[in-house]
């Protein structure tokens, strides 16, 4: 059974931070891209980052310069590091993998991030 597992999620006042992560089982994790997608309420599920197989990243420009994403191997995790956080970052952040050269992928099941004062 392919899982995907977060953790990090919760209530932070604008320009916190914080570090979501997502462990990955019952895949081979290195022929998996990896990703972060969110969906605010009454909006549709966007891109905010992906990480390849081989570690090259892309990253949504609403969080440029602020969100981070990376990937250890070792462990089976990706990472989002979120700093600077806004009151519009507030969604559901979910954790994604596809297998390289595939139409195989997989969801987590979302974490909360609320930004308020």
């Known amino acids: 059974q392919v899982q995907l597992v977060e953790s990090g999620g919760g209530l932070v006042q604008p320009g916190g931070s914080l570090r979501l992560s997502c462990a990955a089982s019952?895949?081979?994790?290195?022929?998996?891209?990896m990703g972060w997608f969110r969906q605010a309420p009454g909006k549709g599920r966007g891109f905010v980052a992906t990480?390849?197989?081989?570690?090259?990243?892309v990253h949504a420009d609403s969080v440029k310069g602020r969100f981070t994403i990376s990937r250890d191997n070792a462990k089976n995790t990706v990472y989002l590091q979120m700093n600077s956080l806004k009151p519009e970052d507030t969604a559901v952040y979910y954790c994604?993998?596809?297998?390289?050269?595939?139409?195989?992928?997989?969801w987590g099941q979302g974490t909360q991030v609320t930004v308020s004062s």
């Open positions: 019952g895949l081979t994790f290195t022929n998996y891209n």
């Open positions: 990480i390849s197989s081989s570690g090259t990243t």
């Open positions: 994604h993998a596809i297998q390289s050269g595939s139409n195989v992928h997989y």
